[in-house]
């Protein structure tokens, strides 16, 4: 017998569940499009951009949160020597993840 409890217990899971994947998803398009980004910044365009913006969103998967993604960047920027702030680049993080959830919603 099921009870009210075990119904919300299993709705609460659920939700967690969902809300997990729409950040997961959220995260990985953020990183596709920060990678589109910087590769702009770099002077990339076509199939080397899109490599890029592949490349950095591997380099999520490198450690837990977004500083796997910053330090990739950054790094890169620095061996282009590129002037782009650190606060450039997390600006550029947070208004794209805003795009990329705006995106996923807009999609779903």
């Keep these: ?8 217990e299993d709705g609460f899971e659920k939700k967690f569940a969902h809300d997990e994947e729409l950040k997961f998803k959220a995260s990985a398009r953020r990183n596709k499009l920060l990678g ?5 910044k770099m002077g990339l365009s076509g199939a080397p ?6 490349e950095v969103v591997i380099a999520d998967f ?3 949160g977004d500083h796997d993604v910053f330090k990739k960047i950054r790094k890169d920027f620095d061996g282009k020597k590129l ?3 650190d606060q450039d680049i997390r600006r550029a993080m947070d208004e794209l993840m805003a795009q ?3 995106q996923i919603k807009a999609s779903g």
């Design 83 to 85: 002037a782009i702030s």
């Design 49 to 54: 951009a899109e490599a890029y913006a592949k």
């Design 36 to 40: 589109m980004w910087a590769a702009e």
């Design 100 to 102: 990329a959830i705006a």
């Design 62 to 64: 490198e450690e837990v």
């Design 1 to 8: 017998m099921t009870t009210t409890f075990d119904k919300r």
